[in-house]
Structures are given as structure tokens and as C-alpha cells.
């Protein structure tokens, strides 16, 4: 059974610094694209950032220049480091992984459930 679970949110004040992680579990022995979106109170879910398979990333442009997404691919890994948070960055923020090889399977997307990230002025 394929799990992600995210970590690593909380309450931070304007101009603070968060480390988003998410880990994917479950018999996998390859990922296509992991992404972080978020969804903020009232609003879409929007793409936050994405990295391939190849390290390729695509940023939303409000957050270029302050978020980073790295991965392990080993580990199954993907993390969001985000610096100089404002407060338009509160948002349930989720995990995402793209075309998952498992053992015998395929799955072409899967969810987490979320961390939340709230950022005070």
C-alpha cells in the first residue's frame, strides 16, 4: 500500500523560513515527478513546485527567488524549503507524486494529506 505522508509545518512569523518534507512508502521502485501544491482558505489548489525524475524543477512565480524543492531518489524523498515566508503563503500545502512504478503495479498519481503552513504578520 503506497503511502505520503508530509511533515513539517507549523506557525512561523512573516519573513521565516519552513522545511516541507514529504516521504512515499510502499513497495516503490520508481517516481516520475514529485510536486508540492497548496490550497489556501476559499482559493484553487495551486502548483507550488515540481522536480523530475531528471532533477528538472518549474516553480510557481510567486515563489520563485524563496522556495526550493529538492529530491532523494533512493529515499523516495521530495522537500520544500521555502525562506522569507509571507503571509499570502498560508495554505494547506500537499504532497504529490506522478507515476508511481511499484512492484507490479502502476499508479499514476497519488496524493498525501497535507501539512498545514501558517504564516503570521
Known amino acids: 500500500q503506497v503511502q505520503l505522508v508530509e511533515s513539517g509545518g507549523g506557525l512561523v512569523q512573516t519573513g521565516g523560513s519552513l522545511t516541507l518534507s514529504c516521504e512515499a512508502s510502499?513497495?516503490?521502485?520508481?517516481?516520475?515527478?514529485m510536486v508540492w501544491y497548496r490550497q489556501a482558505p476559499g482559493k484553487q489548489r495551486e502548483l507550488v513546485a515540481e522536480v523530475g525524475s531528471l532533477g528538472n524543477t518549474n516553480y510557481a512565480d510567486s515563489v520563485k527567488g524563496r522556495f526550493t524543492i529538492t529530491r532523494d531518489h533512493d529515499k523516495n524523498t521530495v522537500a520544500l524549503q521555502m525562506n522569507s515566508l509571507r503571509t499570502e503563503d498560508t495554505a494547506l500545502y500537499y504532497c504529490q507524486a506522478d507515476g508511481l512504478v511499484l512492484m507490479g503495479d502502476y499508479i499514476s498519481d497519488y496524493w498525501g494529506q497535507g501539512t498545514q503552513v501558517t504564516v503570521s504578520s
Open positions: 510502499g513497495n516503490i521502485f520508481s517516481i516520475g515527478v
